[in-house]
């Protein structure tokens, strides 16, 4: 980016909150971005607000940097919108690593390759789509089952039955048997 026409502006994302993203600021710091936008949102989500605030933050002149492509947009649609939108602002787009890497988007070679970058990832996605909805419903046809284990089996609910009959109260039987009292009032609902 040439210092003299705007500033690069970083995004990065990771889906959940247990995972970072010093990876994707360390390469938009390196890159020279002075303010980098960080959600922790899934890339199907549409309401990203760190997406929102750094398009609003951003100014024509400047380039919106990403560590790479999926980070940015999940759908071919998605994706030629929004660069179109910064095109039309007189905003870059610039992104670090991947195929994308270095190609400016608003030649007409450069967006070929945003595009065809764009429909690969997408393809991509709904393959592994594919195969872990056919990977779970195999495994449902051999009784597995996904998801947490229960904290309250058969014995634990019997004892806790027994003991809230002799008038245990809720957080005695709750530390007694292990579980939370929030489990607890879950698996006697009903039952009581």
């Not at 002075?34 to 890339?43: C, L, M, P, Q, Y």
């Not at 039955?161 to 009903?190: D, F, H, M, N, Q």
């Amino acid at each position: 980016m040439d210092a003299n026409t705007g500033h690069s502006i970083g995004y990065a994302r990771v889906s959940t909150d247990d995972q970072e993203a010093q990876l994707q600021h360390d390469a938009l710091t390196e890159a020279g971005c002075v303010r980098i936008f960080t959600d922790k949102a899934s890339g199907k989500n549409t309401d990203r607000s760190e997406l929102a605030a750094a398009l609003d933050y951003l100014r024509p002149g400047d380039t919106l940097c990403v560590w790479k492509l999926d980070r940015f947009a999940r759908s071919l649609i998605d994706l030629v919108a929004m660069v179109d939108g910064l095109a039309a602002r007189g905003i870059g787009f610039k992104v670090l690593t991947g195929a994308l890497a270095g190609i400016d988007p608003n030649t007409a070679d450069g967006r070929l390759m945003l595009q065809v970058v764009g429909a690969m990832a997408e393809f991509e996605r709904s393959l592994i789509k594919d195969r872990t909805r056919a990977g779970l419903e195999a495994a449902k046809a051999q009784g597995r089952t996904g998801g947490r284990p229960t904290v309250m089996d058969a014995d634990k609910l019997a004892a806790a039955k027994a003991r809230r009959a002799k008038g245990e109260s809720v957080t005695v039987v709750a530390k007694a048997l292990g579980v939370s009292r929030a489990t607890l009032y879950r698996a006697l609902a009903g039952t009581e």
